[in-house]
């Protein structure tokens, strides 16, 4: 398997955030649902994912980076020197190596029964203690969890939704979102990750980052939306239907309404802290000048303004 950094396009040097950003470019570039029948890409999407796995996790990561485990998550075994180099730098070693009696056991035999017992003995240590079987100690394969990345729509964080994902593994997973859920938050899923020697199977974990929704904007927990309305509805006031992240609903305009005036719906924003409680959309009021005015207009606007004088750029009204 490549190197996890290599499969992201990343440093060895760079931070977990940008890491988290270049997987979740690659994932949306290469995910399967946006390349149906292209097999290089639901290849190229298991790949990053994988990498993902070990380098998206801060503590896998050092444990890559330090040599401990290799770059499907594996358990690197421990470089062992082979024995005769040792027992010809020190007779001793091949004394203090053999079996704990019999032949072999002490100082003089040259027999190879003491290098059998010490490179065996050394492999299968622990063999029948503590109840571990005939597992031998350093040969454990621990069980993995496994990491994803799912980009959900801003009205699925709100009001909740069923999500499908394909594991790094070509597994599908069927995933409910909860309403109100957060950026960065991260949905543990029990026993879908990878089984290790000990029968038990790790955890995938998915974590949440919502889309942005086109006409909202966000600040905090609140959104803002612009409203165009006509010269007619802001000097009479009107009824308007306004769209929330519920769906849409009737906004009151106030008669006489000012160009850029923010009226507020409340809880229709985002989730806060608490449970139930949510944030409130602002909603932008742009006034849209009449299309295909005609001289009648013209000629009744500037006789307004004689009554009417004003100068919009006049300090303090720009």
């Known amino acids: 398997m490549a190197d996890p950094y290599e ?3 990343v440093a060895r040097t760079a931070s977990q955030d940008e890491i988290r950003k270049a997987y979740r470019k690659a994932a949306k570039e290469t995910h399967p649902d946006l390349h149906p ?19 998206g996790d801060a503590e896998k990561r ?27 730098a020190d007779p001793d070693i091949r004394y203090r190596s053999r079996g704990p009696s019999g032949a072999g056991a002490g100082p003089g035999n040259d027999g190879d ?22 597992e031998g100690a350093g040969f454990r394969m621990p069980r993995g969890d496994v990491r994803y990345a799912l980009e959900i729509d801003l009205r699925d964080a709100v009001n909740g939704a069923k999500k499908q ?31 290790g020697s000990d029968g038990k199977t790790g955890d995938a974990l998915v974590e949440i980052a919502i889309r942005p929704l086109a006409g909202f904007e966000r600040e905090g ?43 507020r719906l409340r809880g229709k924003g985002l989730p806060r802290g608490k449970a139930g409680e949510r944030g409130d959309q602002y909603v932008e009021i742009r ?27 006049a300090k303090g009204r720009a």
Do not use: C
């Open 165 to 195: 994902v394909v594991m790094p593994d070509g597994k599908t997973l069927d995933i409910t979102i909860p309403k109100g859920i957060r950026e960065g938050q991260v949905l543990r899923l029990k026993g879908q990750g990878l089984p």
């Open 221 to 263: 927990d609140d959104l803002t939306s612009t409203l165009p309305v006509s010269l007619g509805e802001a000097l009479n006031g009107a009824s308007v239907r306004v769209e929330t992240v519920d769906g849409a609903v009737d906004l009151k305009v106030p008669k006489g309404v000012k160009d850029g005036a923010r009226l």
């Open 113 to 134: 029964d003491g290098f059998d017992y010490d490179i065996f003995s050394e492999l299968f240590r622990g063999r029948g203690e503590g109840g571990r079987g005939s």
């Open 7 to 9: 499969a992201l396009g």
């Open 62 to 88: 050092k444990r890559y980076d330090a040599g401990e485990i290799d770059a499907t998550g594996a358990e690197r075994q421990p470089e062992r020197r082979y024995y005769r180099e040792y027992a010809e």
């Open 37 to 55: 029948g292209k097999p290089e890409a639901e290849s190229r999407f298991k790949e990053i994912n994988a990498a993902y796995d070990i380098v």
């Open 287 to 313: 006034i849209v000048p009449p299309e295909g005015a005609d001289d009648a207009l013209a000629g009744f606007m500037a006789e307004w303004e004689k009554a009417h004088p004003q100068n919009p750029r």
